[in-house]
């Protein structure tokens, strides 16, 4: 039987990804230190879908994940999503941000290196690596901004600029698990993903704004839309990428040493409000008040993932369309309204 094991998996891609390896017969051991609101819901969820292996661990503590690459060794796939994964956060307290993401994942691929063996390792990494692009033309459109040089979004050869801490944090993260590959010869990838939403996501304000919206909407909580609405997103159900993790957790010659964008790709886009506002009212029934706030740091107008360099690897790209995937995730709100009382 394959073995993974799943860093951060408590969270929301985190447990979405043990429940999807768990499906197609993987041994799973789930790991996370349960910081995040929602992760002792998720842990009980995943318990109640079949047997699986928890391991409650920091990734700040070397030892620990030491330890865990020698209990579980044998391991033919990592995957590394545990995080700080909210920008505002990080401004707040970069120490403990940098701790996390960057020395977090250093001791994640140390341990490996030192166990001697060679998982495949796969890190969930972000666009935030590209910063502001404010040198990217954009143009302004009634609902949206829009690109006007790159109707196929942005590439992988797209200049690294890490704005904010966050950005920092991850990005160095990025270009370490790029590196262990090219110094140590650790198949490593890195997928750089953009908005990623769905089922267990326990959105927050500064966090995961897709399902933040949806909870706010159905709960009655007020919501503040920073920047005009209009920035644009390309967004990924979270079924497309849990399949991407298990397509390339099989072909793993295919994606070691590489960098791929992940996104829902030109075809799923919406912006932040102007567009995704409306199709939210239509599929709740109401009418959704909204204040607006100042601009984010770093908050790029419009970003959109270029994803044919993964699709040419692995013939992997999204099927769930925006009105699909908000569908879902409105009734899986609806029906879990008590998590979030
Ligand atoms: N959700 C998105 O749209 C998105 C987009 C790009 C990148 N990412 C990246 O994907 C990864 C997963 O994101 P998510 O949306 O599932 O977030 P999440 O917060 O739901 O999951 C992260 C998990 O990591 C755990 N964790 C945090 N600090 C830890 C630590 N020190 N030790 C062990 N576990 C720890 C948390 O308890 C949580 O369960 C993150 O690295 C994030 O930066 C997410």
């Known amino acids: 039987m394959s073995k993974c094991i799943v860093i951060g998996g408590a969270g ?17 051991v789930a790991v996370d230190n349960l910081s995040r609101t929602g992760g002792d819901a998720n842990l009980a969820w995943l318990q109640s879908q079949g047997p699986l292996t928890f391991v409650r661990a920091d990734i700040r503590d070397a030892g620990a994940m030491t330890r865990l690459l020698d209990e579980h060794g044998d391991a033919d796939t990592v995957l590394h999503l545990a995080g700080q994964v909210a920008v505002t956060t990080s401004v707040r307290n970069p120490r403990e941000d940098f701790e996390i993401n960057a020395l977090g994942t250093l ?46 979004g942005i590439a992988e050869t797209a200049p690294l600029d890490f704005h904010s801490p966050y950005g920092c944090s991850k990005g160095a993260a990025d270009q370490y698990i790029h590196d262990y590959h090219r110094i140590y010869g650790l198949p490593t990838v890195v997928f750089r993903q953009s908005c990623i939403y769905g089922y267990r996501q326990f959105g927050v304000e500064d966090q995961g704004w897709v399902a933040w919206f949806v909870i706010a909407a159905l709960l ?111 009734e899986w709100v609806r029906v879990n309204k008590g998590l979030f009382e």
């Open 12 to 28: 929301f891609i985190g447990c979405n990804t043990v429940h999807r390896f768990m499906q197609r017969g993987y041994e799973v």
């Open 107 to 152: 001791n994640i691929l140390e341990a490996i290196r030192l166990s001697g063996r060679r998982p495949l390792l796969m890190y969930a990494s972000t666009n935030k690596v590209y910063g502001g692009m404010d040198d990217v033309a954009i143009e302004k459109q009634a609902s949206r901004y829009a690109y006007r040089d790159y109707p196929l």
């Open 220 to 330: 009655g909580r007020d919501i503040t839309i920073c920047g005009d609405g209009k920035q644009v997103r390309d967004v990924l159900f979270i079924d497309d990428l849990t399949e991407l993790y298990a397509a390339a957790a099989q072909q793993p010659g295919k994606v070691a040493g590489k960098v791929f964008n992940i996104g829902g790709g030109p075809a799923f886009t919406m912006s932040v409000w102007a567009e995704f506002g409306p199709l939210l009212e239509e599929q709740i029934g109401k009418r959704i008040p909204v204040t607006y706030a100042d601009w984010r740091p770093g908050d790029q107008p419009v970003y959109i993932s270029d994803i044919r360099k993964i699709t040419a690897e692995l013939g992997w790209k999204p099927a769930t369309s925006v009105r699909e995937g908000v569908a879902k995730l409105v």
